[in-house]
C-alpha cells in the first residue's frame, strides 16, 4: 500500500523545512509532494533541498484546494496524506498518529486536531475539528471529489468533511499534542491577515449553504 504526503505552501520558506524534516523520517511514506501555489519566496527552493522531495511550482497563487489538486494529480498513492506547510512542533509520531488508521485499515480517513499547542489554535479546532488541513485519506475517496469543490479554496477541508458525511466514511480524529501553526495575522501583518481570514470564512460558509 503505497502513501504519498502532499504538503500544498504558498510563501512558507521559514516553515516549510520543519514540516519536511518530520514527514521525510517516516518510513511508512513513499513520496512527498511540494505544491508550490504561486509562492515569490524561497518556498520551492527550500523544498527542492531536501533529497527525495518532488516539488510543483505553479506559476500563480490559485488557492489551497486548487493545489492540493496539483499534487493529487501528481501520484498514484492508494493513501494520500495531507499537511499544512506552516505547522510548529510537528514530529514523526504526530505523522505516523495521522496515518497508521488509515494505513491499517481502521478509518477511511483520520483527522489531526491541534492539543496543547497554542491557546488560540487549539480552541479554533477543538470547536471546528472538522476545518482541519492534516489528514490521511484513501485514495478512491479523493478520486470521488469532483473538480469543482477542489477549486473552493480554503473550503475544500469542509467540502471533504460533508463527502464523508454522506458517503458514511469512517472518520476518526486524532490529537497532535504540541502542535500548532502560524496565524494569519502573523504571517501578513493584521490587516492583511484578517482579510484573509475573513476570505477564509467566506470560502467555508458557502460549503456549508450547500
Not at 510563501?11 to 515569490?40: M, P
Not at 498518529?97 to 487549539?122: E, N
Request: charged share 25%; with cysteine.
Amino acid at each position: 500500500m503505497s502513501v504519498s504526503a502532499i504538503i500544498p505552501a504558498y510563501n512558507e520558506e521559514k516553515h516549510i523545512g520543519q514540516v519536511l524534516y518530520a514527514v521525510k523520517r517516516v518510513g511508512e511514506i513513499d513520496d512527498i509532494v511540494v505544491v508550490s501555489d504561486g509562492s515569490t519566496d524561497r518556498t520551492a527552493e527550500v523544498a527542492c533541498g531536501f533529497d527525495g522531495v518532488r516539488v510543483i511550482e505553479l506559476p500563480q497563487n490559485m488557492g489551497k484546494g486548487y493545489a492540493m489538486k496539483a499534487g493529487l494529480d501528481n501520484t498514484s498513492a492508494s493513501i494520500v496524506l495531507f499537511l499544512d506547510a506552516d505547522l510548529i512542533g510537528l514530529e514523526p509520531h504526530h505523522v505516523r498518529a495521522l496515518l497508521l488508521p488509515v494505513f491499517h485499515g481502521a478509518a477511511d480517513m483520520v483527522l489531526g486536531v491541534f492539543c496543547s499547542g497554542r491557546g488560540m489554535t487549539d480552541l479554533a479546532q477543538k470547536l471546528t475539528p472538522f476545518l482541519t488541513g492534516q489528514r490521511a485519506v484513501k485514495r478512491w475517496v479523493l478520486d470521488m471529489i469532483s473538480d469543482e469543490m477542489w477549486s473552493t479554496g480554503y473550503g475544500i477541508e469542509m467540502a471533504l468533511t460533508r463527502c464523508a458525511r454522506k458517503w458514511n466514511l469512517r472518520v476518526m480524529e486524532v490529537p497532535l499534542y504540541g502542535v500548532t501553526h502560524v496565524m494569519k495575522e502573523e504571517k501578513m501583518g493584521a490587516m492583511r491577515g484578517m482579510a484573509e481570514r475573513l476570505k477564509m470564512y467566506w470560502e467555508i460558509a458557502k460549503q456549508l449553504r450547500m
